[in-house]
């Protein structure tokens, strides 16, 4: 499994950004993380097989986390930004089929991409 996440930048506050993961081989559950600097890294979405999708609180009703298939590629929509949004942003794979209703950030994800760099001021 191969992940290369784009569509990081630099944004204002208020604004938006779509990320993208471009995905190659059996990925199963998906997910979107960041790790701000001195800070752990956190989940922020996670999308089933089955189109089944989990947030974190702090982006609810902001982010929308999707995946088309047909295009092998994993996206999410970030809108309202706010600056502690600001983080490396990566995408992950469990790579492993999952349980219905567990695909969330807690699970074990084997495969990661690179990052991508989402600044919010």
């Known amino acids: 499994v191969q992940l290369v996440e784009s569509g990081g930048g630099s944004v204002q506050a208020g604004g938006a950004l779509k990320l993208s993961c471009t995905v190659s081989?059996?990925?199963?559950?998906m997910g979107w993380f960041r790790q701000a600097p001195g800070k752990e890294r956190e989940g922020v979405a996670t999308i089933d097989t089955d189109g089944s999708t989990s947030y974190v609180d702090s982006v609810k009703g902001r982010s929308t986390i999707s995946q088309d298939n047909a295009n092998n590629t994993l996206y999410l929509q970030m809108n309202s930004l706010k600056p502690e949004d600001t983080a490396l942003y990566y995408c992950?794979?469990?790579?492993?089929?999952?349980?219905?209703?567990?695909?969330?950030?807690?699970?074990?994800?084997?495969?990661w991409g690179q990052g991508t760099q989402v600044t919010v001021s």
């Open positions: 081989g059996y990925t199963y559950c």
């Open positions: 992950a794979a469990r790579g492993i089929p999952t349980n219905r209703g567990t695909c969330r950030p807690t699970q074990a994800f084997f495969y």
